[in-house]
């Protein structure tokens, strides 16, 4: 499912290697998430929109084809996916747009309520105005918000999403924030492309839910690889590796979620240039086994 590729930059996501998101979509396995470029967080304050799209174009300079969005990464007007289509429009033929619906925002701008099915059309379709294509390459179903997952059923909304793609309007589907019950759930409707749910190298949980994935080619795409949300990295306990590396905390965070399984695939976000080349720098570290054995592998 992996192939290693090469390239003369050492700061190039296509170090990586690539994996093909739903069989045939080849991404290079670091990629970028866009929720950060509105604001820093669902609270604001809102970010400069050229700064947005600053960072979009040097990402993709440094070889990201895989950016993974959402409906409600909005802020004050400031929407990560018109930053997208902004920043990168015409869309290269090898970028795959990923992006989330489910989630409904409050009047705080807080992703606090959940769509039913008969909304998840208007989210697809605000979607595919908003980065202006006729076609999601990959649409994730978000579950739960930031509930742990699992304890209800998906698979009416599951269900209307695959509709839609039975229509042609999404090439492939996504869940988000599921157990394992939840995923077999959604494929027996209809074929899951990808998992994205809470793991990094403090927050290995979905251990089990990985190597399923792994084993099936279903791509897992955490969230939160860096660390966000309520389970933060501890920085002391990868001090030795990070010195071993001459690395940051972030960069050892990705290279172990990339060594982790062939089927991770890395999306830190960022709304700084600064902290983008740290993150896509990440792709130049190979841990060996000693560093594995001190990150608790």
């Not at 190039?12 to 866009?34: C, I, K, M, Y």
Request: charged share 20%.
């Amino acid at each position: 499912m992996t192939k290693n590729t090469n390239t003369d930059s050492t700061t190039h996501a296509a170090l990586t290697g690539e994996f093909l998101l739903g069989g045939d979509l080849p991404v290079h396995r670091l990629g970028f998430g866009a929720m950060r470029l509105p604001t820093g967080t669902f609270q604001g304050p809102v970010r400069d929109p050229e700064t947005g799209v600053a960072v979009l174009r040097r990402a993709v300079e440094l070889g990201v084809n895989h950016i993974d969005t959402a409906w409600f990464y909005r802020r004050q007007g400031v929407v990560a996916n018109e930053l997208i289509r902004t920043a990168l429009a015409p869309y290269a033929d090898d970028l795959v747009i990923a992006t989330k619906v489910g989630p409904l925002l409050d009047s705080d701008g807080v992703p606090s309520g959940e769509a039913g099915p008969d909304e998840l059309r208007g989210l697809v379709e605000d979607n595919l105005r908003t980065l202006g294509v006729d076609r999601l390459d990959l649409v994730y179903l978000r579950v739960g918000g930031m509930n742990a997952p699992g304890g209800v059923s998906i698979a009416d909304r599951f269900a209307a999403l695959a509709e839609l793609r039975e229509e042609g309007l999404i090439r492939h589907l996504g869940v988000s924030n599921v157990d394992a019950a939840q995923l077999a759930e959604a494929r027996a409707i209809a074929p899951v492309a990808a998992v994205q749910n809470s793991f990094h190298v403090h927050d290995r949980g979905d251990a089990e839910l990985l190597a399923r994935c792994e084993k099936d080619g279903i791509a897992f795409v955490p969230f939160f690889p860096l660390g966000g949300g309520y389970r933060p990295i501890d920085a002391a306990a990868t001090a030795a590796v990070t010195a071993r590396h001459r690395a940051t905390t972030a960069q050892v965070a990705l290279a172990w979620l990339l060594a982790s399984s062939p089927a991770s695939l890395a999306i830190p976000g960022t709304g700084s240039l600064d902290h983008l080349e740290e993150n896509m720098a990440a792709a130049r570290i190979l841990l060996t086994t000693e560093d594995l054995a001190a990150l608790g592998d």
